[in-house]
C-alpha cells in the first residue's frame, strides 16, 4: 500500500469513526443545519440516528416531523409527531401540531379529540369543531343519497382541510350524481395524484368521462384501474361497456362514408339503446341519424328524428339539422324559420356562421320559386362531388332523348335542365355564387345556353386522355 492510499484510508477511518461517537445533540444540529439548507434526506438520515441513539427523546421525534411535514410525507409526519406527543403528552406545542395535521387531513374527529385540552387557542378549537361536524353531516347525507346537501356540507368542511383524499372522493361522488361531471373529475385527478393506487377514483373519473360523451378517456381509466387489479368488477364491467358502445358506434361511422345509410342507422340505434340516458352520446348520434335519413331521401323521418333532438333540449346544432332536412322536404320557409332560430340563441362567438346557414337557406327559398339545380339533379344541397356526379350520370342517361323517342319533348327540356344543372353544380366557382344567391352568367336570363348534347358527349363519351377535361365517369 503506498504512503497516499495509506493516509486516505486513515482519513476515511477517523471521519467513520466520528460519525459513529456523534451524538443525539450533535445529530440534531446537523439534521437542523441541514433541514434549513433544504437537504431534507440529509435531515431525515441525521434524526434517523439521533432516534436510534435517544428514541425515547420526544424532540428526536418532533425533528423529524417536522422535515415529513416540509416533504408532504403526511403520514410518516403525523407517526412522528404522534410519537413525540406520546412521550411528552405535557406539551401543548406538539398537542397543537398534531391537531393541526389531523385538521388539514380532513381527520376532524380525531383532532377535536387532541384540542379539548388546550387553551388559548379558541379559534382553531372552533374551526375544528366545524370541520367535525360538516364532516358527520356529511356522511349522514351521503347514507341517504341526499346529493347536494352533501356537497354543500363537503365544501364547508374542505374550507378547513388542506389534502384530504378520503373527503374529495365523497365530494366527487355527490358531484358525479348531481352531474356535476367536470367538478367530480377535478377531485379525482386529486385523489389520484395523492393516491396513484386508488382503482375506486380510476372507476369513478372514468364514468364522469363516459357521461360528457368522452369515451376514449374513459376507457383509459378504467384500463389503469385493471392495471391494478385486473378482475375489479366495476372498472371491468365499465370497460366491457363503453368498448360495446364504441363498437357500434364505429360500425355506424363506417357504413355511412360508405354510402350504407341503412347499415349506419341501425348501427346507431344498437350504440344509443345500450343506455338511452346517455345524453352526451345520444344526442350527437341523433344528428347523425338525421343526416343519414336525409341521405336516404326519408326527409319526412329526419325531420321527425331533428325534432326530437330538439324537443330534449333546443341547441343551434339541432335546429340547423332540422333546417337541412326541411330543405330536403322542400319545405324551404320552415327551413328559413329553423336557421333564424339558430341565429337567435347562437353565442356570439358563432354568430356569423349561423348568419351565413341562414343567407344560404334564404337563398334557397327564393330558387325554389325559380329553376332549382339540386332539386333537378335529386340532390341534397350539402351533396359531395361525388354524388353530384353519380345523379348527373344516372339522369342524363335516363332522360338522353335517344331513350325517350316517344316523349321527345319532355325529354329535351329536362335533358337539358339536368345538363345546366350539373355544369352549375360541378364547378367549386360556379356553386359557390349559386349557393349564394349571385348572378352566374353575364348578360344572360339565368341559365346556360351550350348546347345539352356537347356537354353529354364530352362528359360521358371521351375516357380520358387528351385535352385536359376536368370530368371523366368511368363505366
Not at 225 to 237: N, Q, R, Y
Not at 310 to 338: C, H, P, T
Request: with cysteine; hydrophobic share 35%.
Amino acid at each position: 500500500m503506498s504512503v497516499k492510499m495509506l493516509f486516505v484510508y486513515i482519513f476515511y477511518f477517523f471521519a467513520s469513526v466520528s460519525a459513529q461517537e456523534m451524538t443525539a445533540g450533535k445529530l440534531r444540529s446537523k439534521g437542523e443545519e441541514s433541514f434549513i439548507s433544504g437537504k431534507y434526506d440529509d435531515a431525515i438520515n441525521f434524526y434517523q440516528k439521533a432516534i436510534k441513539i435517544e428514541p425515547e427523546n420526544a424532540m428526536n421525534h418532533y425533528k423529524m416531523f417536522r422535515v415529513r411535514q416540509r416533504t408532504r410525507k403526511y403520514a410518516d409526519a403525523l407517526r412522528d409527531i404522534s410519537r413525540a406527543l406520546e412521550l411528552r403528552p405535557d406539551s401543548m406545542d406538539y398537542r397543537l401540531q398534531k391537531a393541526k395535521l389531523l385538521k388539514s387531513l380532513g381527520q376532524c374527529e380525531e383532532a377535536l379529540l387532541v384540542v379539548k385540552p388546550l387553551e388559548g387557542h379558541e379559534n382553531f378549537v372552533e374551526q375544528v369543531k366545524d370541520c367535525a361536524t360538516s364532516i358527520a353531516s356529511a356522511q349522514k347525507m351521503l347514507f341517504e343519497e341526499k346529493w347536494r346537501e352533501a356537497s354543500h356540507l363537503l365544501d364547508r368542511a374542505m374550507k378547513h382541510v388542506e389534502q384530504a383524499s378520503d373527503l374529495s372522493f365523497q365530494r366527487a361522488k355527490a358531484l358525479y350524481h348531481l352531474n356535476d361531471y367536470y367538478g367530480a373529475i377535478g377531485d379525482l385527478g386529486r385523489v389520484i395524484k395523492a393516491h396513484s393506487n386508488h382503482i375506486e377514483a380510476y372507476e369513478l373519473r372514468g364514468q364522469s368521462y363516459f357521461r360528457l360523451g368522452d369515451h376514449d378517456t374513459a376507457i383509459n381509466h378504467f384500463r389503469e384501474g385493471l392495471k391494478l387489479d385486473p378482475e375489479h368488477k366495476g372498472c371491468k364491467a365499465c370497460h366491457k361497456f363503453v368498448k360495446g358502445i364504441e363498437k357500434k358506434k364505429k360500425r355506424g361511422d363506417a357504413s355511412f362514408e360508405e354510402g350504407e345509410y341503412q347499415q349506419a342507422i341501425d348501427h346507431w340505434w344498437m350504440a344509443i339503446n345500450y343506455d338511452t340516458t346517455h345524453l352526451a352520446f345520444f344526442r350527437p348520434t341523433l344528428l347523425r341519424i338525421v343526416k343519414a335519413h336525409t341521405k336516404l331521401g326519408q326527409h319526412e323521418k329526419a325531420i321527425e328524428e331533428a325534432n326530437k333532438h330538439i324537443d330534449n333540449l333546443e341547441s343551434v346544432e339541432g335546429l340547423q339539422a332540422l333546417g337541412a332536412a326541411q330543405q330536403g322536404a322542400e319545405k324551404f320557409q320552415e327551413a328559413v324559420n329553423s336557421y333564424r332560430r339558430a341565429v337567435e340563441i347562437s353565442p356570439d362567438g358563432e354568430k356569423r356562421e349561423a348568419q351565413q346557414k341562414l343567407q344560404q337557406a334564404e337563398v334557397a327559398l327564393k330558387q325554389s320559386k325559380e329553376k332549382n339545380y339540386y332539386k333537378i339533379l335529386g340532390v341534397a344541397r350539402d351533396a359531395s362531388q361525388k354524388e353530384i356526379k353519380k345523379a348527373y350520370r344516372s339522369l342524363a342517361l335516363k332522360w338522353h332523348p335517344d331513350k325517350n323517342t316517344d316523349n321527345i319533348e319532355e325529354a329535351e327540356k329536362k335533358f337539358q335542365d339536368i345538363g345546366e344543372a350539373y355544369e352549375i353544380l360541378s364547378d367549386k366557382e360556379s356553386r359557390g355564387k349559386y349557393d349564394r344567391g349571385e348572378e352566374i352568367y353575364e348578360n344572360q336570363g339565368g341559365g346556360s345556353q351550350r348546347n345539352a348534347h356537347q356537354f353529354f358527349n364530352r362528359h360521358f363519351q371521351q375516357g380520358g386522355g387528351g385535352g385536359g377535361q376536368r370530368f371523366h365517369f368511368k363505366f
